[in-house]
């Protein structure tokens, strides 16, 4: 139904930035909003940052808040995630994520909530 393709990770130093992209195909127009994920090993799958797609709200993780940036390009159907200032801690893979129906803020953070999920890419920041 829905496809989404995450690209863009590789290792920087710490300080450094990266620009994650996540790519959608199929059935994109029934997408609410598309997010991002991330997992470090040994480490539950953690909340980073949400954007609906028609009115480009957002909410981020007060982990990443100031740091990262999440957007959107509609006519690419595709999602960026713009990271400064990167730490060590921000080491992960990170799996961006797509929704179809509206859900509260305070649900954002739950993996559950999504029904589309990337199969990650590898972000690694070197001290």
């Known amino acids: 139904q829905v496809q989404v393709v995450e690209s863009g990770g590789g290792l920087v130093l710490a300080g450094g930035s990266l620009r994650l992209s996540c790519a959608a195909s199929?059935?994109?127009?029934?997408?609410?909003?598309m997010g991002w994920f991330r997992q470090a090993p040994g480490n539950e799958r953690e909340f980073v940052a949400v954007i609906t797609l028609s009115g480009g709200r957002t909410y981020y993780a007060d982990s990443v808040k100031g740091r990262f940036t999440i957007s959107r390009d509609n006519a690419k159907n595709t999602v960026y995630l713009q990271m400064n200032s990167l730490k060590p801690e921000d080491t992960a893979v990170y799996y961006c994520a797509a929704d179809r129906s509206p859900f509260l803020v305070t649900d954002a953070p739950r993996p559950s909530k999504y029904d589309y999920w990337g199969k990650g890419t590898q972000v690694t920041v070197s001290s």
């Open positions: 199929g059935r994109t127009w029934s997408l609410y909003a």
